[in-house]
């Protein structure tokens, strides 16, 4: 399987500021990542796919130019958050998938808390 | 409208008290159903991968299965340590979207 890392781990910023999160495939080249968000005690909603060298693909319902989502190589990919609000509070997760398998592979999650 | 649905929500099992995890899913095409284990505040680990009914997938403790229409993950004489929510997924034909299923809280209880 492979390997994601995400940066960082947790955060708390104010409401109105924006956040950058990193999402990291540290041993294989993901030309497909995913982003999700997870609230308390509830399953993964897909936020966006987000694709090497092109716009990303937002599901509905998902702000795009609120949630900035850039992936700039085949091992990086980013989400910002911009002028956050404490709604946007929650717990987010990037996966990246092997095409050969279509198994998807997440890294350890980022907590944002919005105050 | 694909959907994915998993039962119970939450389960409590004694050690050793084997039993069932079931995801039943509604899509247009399947490309694969995969079944994650995540521990709080951490994300998804990966346990298994069905790509069409009949197929069977195991590890120590744990067991997948897939018809047309569900899968079920069969937990053997579960330990404590299994305790976690169990969550499964599918990819959708076409496309790269994964939808997952609401989980599965499993406690085991020493």
């Known amino acids: 399987g492979a390997v994601v890392s995400q940066h960082p781990s947790w955060v708390i910023c104010k409401s109105g500021t924006s956040v950058k999160i990193e999402c990291r495939s540290l041993?294989?080249?993901?030309?497909?990542m995913f982003w999700y968000r997870q609230f308390p005690k509830q399953s993964l909603m897909l936020m966006a796919t987000?694709?090497?060298?092109?716009?990303?693909?937002?599901e509905q319902g998902v702000e795009k130019d609120k949630f900035l989502i850039n992936h700039a190589s085949l091992t990086l990919s980013t989400l910002t958050v911009t002028s956050a609000h404490p709604e946007d509070s929650s717990f987010y997760i990037c996966?990246?998938?092997?095409?050969?398998?279509?198994?998807?592979?997440f890294g350890p999650g980022t907590r944002l808390t919005v105050t | 409208e694909d959907q994915v649905t998993q039962s119970p929500e939450a389960l409590r099992l004694q050690e050793g008290e084997s039993s069932s995890l079931n995801c039943s899913y509604t899509?247009?095409?399947?490309?694969?159903l995969f079944w994650y284990r995540q521990d709080p505040g951490k994300g998804p680990e990966f346990l298994f991968t069905?790509?069409?009914a009949g197929e069977e997938k195991e590890k120590e403790r744990l067991k997948a299965t897939l018809t047309k229409k569900e899968s079920f993950l069969h937990i053997t004489a579960p330990k404590p340590e299994d305790s976690a929510t169990y969550l499964c997924?599918?990819?959708?034909?076409?496309?790269?979207?994964?939808?997952f299923g609401t989980g599965t809280r499993l406690k085991v209880l020493a």
């Open positions: 996966s990246v998938s092997q095409e050969s398998t279509y198994e998807q592979y």
């Open positions: 041993d294989f080249q993901a030309t497909t």
């Open positions: 987000s694709n090497e060298g092109s716009k990303a693909t937002y």
């Open positions: 899509v247009s095409g399947l490309r694969g």
């Open positions: 069905l790509y069409s």
């Open positions: 997924a599918v990819r959708l034909s076409g496309t790269y979207k994964y939808i």
